[in-house]
């Protein structure tokens, strides 16, 4: 090629270049529009016709893994089934039930038969009916599917259900239980008109795109793993939304989550880094709000006896030290839960007590007294007990001096302070005398080696609790240390009966006091450490919208459907 | 012995054009070379194919379970998923797990194996289904990997051209200050880590420009017509974009400067200046098409490259390319998205390469094509 083509050539493709790499004009979001600086009009003008849409932009670092209600399995898909379809009853901010589809509910004599009184003149999305019919088609569809992840286990107590009339839906239970509330909670009205054409095998495979339910907010776009948009239902018979749109975005890096919110690309966050919160509080236009939730974390010790070992797959390897109780509570002494929310949490929690959080509301033993932060004790406990160091490197012996009390301490990988905290009690479980070997492992790893393996010494690990302590509760049971639920192996036949019991308790002071009673017996015998109860943290600029909802002292959840239907642009 | 201009000349036309001759001995030989070299290639392929199926079930954790750590979930669902993801077969004959031996198993039909279910199923271009989308891996890398390619390749294009003057200009202006400014720019711009120069290029461009730090659109808006989602896409684009170029570019740089320094220390470029030829004329004629060579080796490896994305650029801007894919694969244990993702860049590369050892032979006349 010539000198003079080979110039033009590189030129050209140059210009090509520079020209897709400039800044091109845009059209600008749709927002509210900024007040105009010009004359007012002579006379009184009408306001226009159509204001600006308001769209609601949530910023959040997940994303719905389904929107088949039946198959969801994370907490942002239950985040977008709360928006989107209705129950019989709701669960409000402060933790109370309201009647939401069921407009009255009563129970027979025997607690085996409930009548819910269905409202009128509800309608799907889709703009047909939805009666009672429906409903029933719904709970007995969740019935039907063992393979349903969460919302089969709600409808295990379920005999019967039929729809007597349009409005009249009865659930006929097999025996009495107090939390049929609790049951009902999460199970979403399903339209029978598009779900009953479903062949049985498809059913957990039905991508449900539409999600057709009766909720305050319906699906407009979807882009799996990036964002979701929903639009008000403004017929919504109990929360007509005030706003147009909502749209939850997804942002895998958590700078960019921030940034975001600073520069006014997201409207609310709902996951705030915690090394952030001290600068977004000095931002005027940002308020951070830190509140409860249902998360707590635990330190779990393997304390599973040899005569209930897991045929299948127990190896049960547990330290015989951990099995002694006095060692345990020896170590609940020697924990300062205070400087672990301080150090590992800037401070973003609170101290743990029982294995129920306190957000639950009054099922939480509130008279429970902790094991106070007690080196002295924990070491003098444990002298009596016969563990001393007899050759003097710091680490105590068994009483037969068989073994030093070294224990193998896992965290899975996916809890982001749980390095951190490892390395805090190993510094404060050294003063007394025990030694552990901090091994952060791969999630999977870490469930292969606690149960129903109990191939393990002490775990790090965490629970996030339904609105009913039940299903929490149920965890130390004897029946479950086979089928890998139960985490410690804990086998008490008096916690057995007493989970039986207010299983069956109708009467909620009865069935409180049972409640209480266990965690005490929980307390007592210390199969867990509670460290702390998580915080729920998340921010929104001030400027923009308000009307969110959230009570003192409840769950933080400025994106349930209560507070986004409240919510209203800034004016 | 130095050869001339005008030798020179005739030296690489006579090459050539023996080279791109239809008849004659060299063909044959070239036309067995290309064919040795795409066997070659295809080989290459399926023990890397081979090496990624057993690699993948390495990895701990069972994928049945993928997700279902909460036990409210029943034995049941896990045990119908690893069905529905034909785990529950042998992974070859004999072999239960990845180390688990079962004699039993050796009676096995080798065809009911995953391994071989899996080779069939890439003959008819089936790459399996997602084991948490749960829909075809065809469908989901075809979506990631259009994405990726817009992000990368106008970023390639700029870091090329924009690195190849810059090296030719340093490597020509040795030692001044324009060539050790250009020189401490690109070992800088190459060492910056992507994700930090990424988190610093939108915090940067969304304060001071306005620019979006997220995604490839911008969610809920409604375009009117095709120039509106162009000019969406594009300032998606250019934060994400400009990052890589400028990572880029200090590699380019450096690689050209280095060879432009070798083809300029050469005999014939002396005698070039002896001749009286201007400098533009020896840089362009002589200098910049040699020194090309080990770029055109850097270019085509980068470009086979680009459908893995860049990881690092797409988890920070959120863009849904192929990175991200492969990333979010390994978080959920999905195997056959993991699978997939790496035979596209496995075929990519292999592809850059043979094109690069057929280039060669055209561009270089001292590699035969026998």
Redesign the interface.
Known sequence: MS?RK?YLT?VL??AL?VS??G?????A??QPPAPQATQPPPRTEPPPATPEPA?L?I?WSGAP?SLNPAAG??SEAYTIYELTYDTLIGLDLSGKYYPELAESWEVSDDGTVWTFHLREGVKFHDGTDFTAEDMAFTIQFYKDH?????L??YTLNFEKVEATDDSTLVITLGAPIGNMESQVLFLYALPKHVWEGIAFDEAI?FENLEMIGTGPFKVV?Y?????I?LAANTDHYLNPPKID?V?F?????S??LV??L??G?ADLITDVPQTTIASLKQEANITVQVGGSRSLRDIIFNVVPDDKCPAEGGVCSGHPAIKDKVVRQALAHATDKQQIIDVALLGLGTPGLSLVPRSLGDWFNSELEDYAYDVDLANKMLDDAGYKDTDGDGVREMPDGSQPLQFRFLIPSDIVTGAREGDLLKAMWAEVGVAIDVQVL????V??ACCPAFDYDVLLWGWGADPDPA?LLD?LRTD?ID???SETGYSNPVYDQLFVDQSTAVDHEARKAIIWEMQKIALEDVPYIIPYYQNNVMAYRSDKFTGYVYVEGGLLSLDDPLSLSNVEPVR | MSLGEGEYLVVRGGALALALSSKGNMNMGRRGYVLRKVAGSLLTIFIVLLINFFLFRVI???PA?A???????????IE?QRIRFGLDKPVINCFKGQMVFEASLCAVNPFDTQLFIYIGNLFKGDLGISY???RPVADILRERIGNTVILLL?AE??AI?LGSLLGLVAGWKRKTRLDTSALIFSLTAWSLPTFWLG?LM??LG??A???????MR????TY?NFG?E???V??HW?LP??TYAIVLLGQYMIVMRASVLEVLSEDYILTAKAKGLTNF?IL?DHALKNAMLPMVTLVLLNLGFTVSGAVEL?????W?GVG?AI??AVAR?DYPVLQGAFLVVTISVIFANLLMDLLYTYLDPRVKAE
Not at chain 1, 442 to 445: A, N, Q, S
Not at chain 2, 209 to 215: D, H
């Open positions: 000198t080979w590189l493709a140059l270049i897709a790499c800044p091109a004009q845009t059209p979001p749709t769209i932009r910023g893994d399995l994370l063992e393979e349903f992840p969460y089969n286990t495979k776009n882009v799996r793993d990036q964002s948009e749109r749209i975005q997804t942002y895998e890096s700078d960019a940034q975001a600073r520069e690309q791969e999630p999977d790893t469930t292969a299903w965890v479950n089928n890998g639920f | 701990p954790g069972d379970k997700g279902l750590k909460d036990p409210r979930v029943r034995p049941e669902m119908a948490d989308q749960k106008g294009l700029f051209i988190i939108f915090m969304s304060s420009f306005g620019l979006p730090v997220n995604g911008t969610t809920g808006l009117a509106e162009l000019a969406d594009a300032r250019l974009s400009l004329q362009k797409e988890r920070v801007f959120s849904p991200l990333v979010e244990k």
